[in-house]
């Protein structure tokens, strides 16, 4: 019986440990998904406005950058957003399985075509190792505050590669902040961009650009200066830039509201399985004092 009470003590202290420890993450992963969500969230309207402007800029001017013309698919390279940490939940197998299914996808529509990998975050890159994918590039996740200039390393490899005809398709894989709850794995495509790019995108994060301000649907004409060709060739990449940007922010946001709701729900566990050790503790210790007491009567009778 001593043993057992013994036992307990140790299982309650070990359990209060952990506690404190996924209720410290819970507050830090918290602080970090309130500036990652705002982040996310306020470029919404502008990558929104930005991808309106490349759907219509591509059927208009489909010849003028090589961004909006269809090739044969030879070569497909997919970007990869997960996370370097784990404790995030179902966060990154669900990426994972989006991957598998996307990668199927690819080689029934492209039985032809290589694809080239390309991770951002550490658990992406086991995984990709774990199944004997090949990855060319890997880079670590930008999980503490990315920046705009966080994407060119990226950038230069997708759209220059794509630009200087090493790819024929460039898509991001990712996991789309929705809400503190929810993140939904996406894959999309970047390149080449089209209006029926900017369809299936839309399509595959559903409604979430409800509340993002939509302009008009008319048919505009743009006036660019000083020349088309010029304003093309400066915009479009920077606006494609953006996307790859998005994404990066989207999976920021994703992670930390994943971890955070993990960690809670871990620390509520310990809670829980405290509550039932110190019953438990409770009742062996007045066990032993029972039993202390029933031989110290015994004890005294035997004296007598």
């Excluded at 784990?86 to 690819?106: A, D, E, S």
């Amino acid at each position: 019986m001593a043993n057992s009470v013994k036992e307990s003590k140790r299982k309650i202290k070990s359990v209060k440990s952990t506690r404190q420890i996924t209720k410290a993450m819970e507050l830090v992963a918290t602080s970090k998904m309130k500036k990652a969500v705002n982040n996310a969230v306020n470029l919404r309207s502008y990558g929104y406005l930005a991808l309106n402007i490349l759907a219509k800029l591509s059927k208009k001017h489909t010849k003028l950058h090589k961004f909006f013309q269809k090739r044969e698919v030879k070569n497909v390279l997919i970007m990869m957003f997960s996370t370097d940490k784990g404790l995030c939940g179902g966060l990154n197998t669900n990426l994972q399985k989006k991957l598998v299914v996307t990668t199927k996808k690819l080689e029934t529509d492209y039985p032809q075509a290589k694809v080239h990998y390309m991770v951002v975050g550490k658990k992406g890159a086991e995984f990709l190792h774990r199944i004997g994918k090949e990855i060319e590039y890997v880079f670590p996740a930008y999980s503490s505050n990315p920046k705009f200039s966080d994407v060119m390393p990226l950038s230069r490899i997708g759209l220059k590669g794509f630009m200087k005809g090493e790819y024929d398709k460039v898509m991001v894989v990712y996991p789309d902040f929705v809400s503190t709850l929810v993140q939904k794995p996406v894959a999309r495509t970047i390149l080449p961009f089209s209006t029926e790019t900017f369809a299936e995108m839309l399509e595959e994060l559903g409604s979430k650009f409800s509340k993002v301000a939509k302009p008009a649907e008319k048919d505009l004409e743009y006036k660019l200066e000083p020349s088309t060709e010029f304003i093309i060739d400066e915009i479009v990449p920077q606006l494609m830039e953006m996307q790859i940007f998005q994404a990066i922010l989207e999976a920021t946001a994703s992670e930390h509201s994943a971890r955070m709701v993990a960690m809670q729900n871990a620390t509520q566990a310990a809670t829980d399985l405290l509550d039932g050790l110190i019953l438990t503790y409770n009742r062996a210790r007045q066990a032993v004092i029972t039993q202390e007491i029933a031989e110290i009567a015994s004890v005294s009778i035997a004296l007598t």
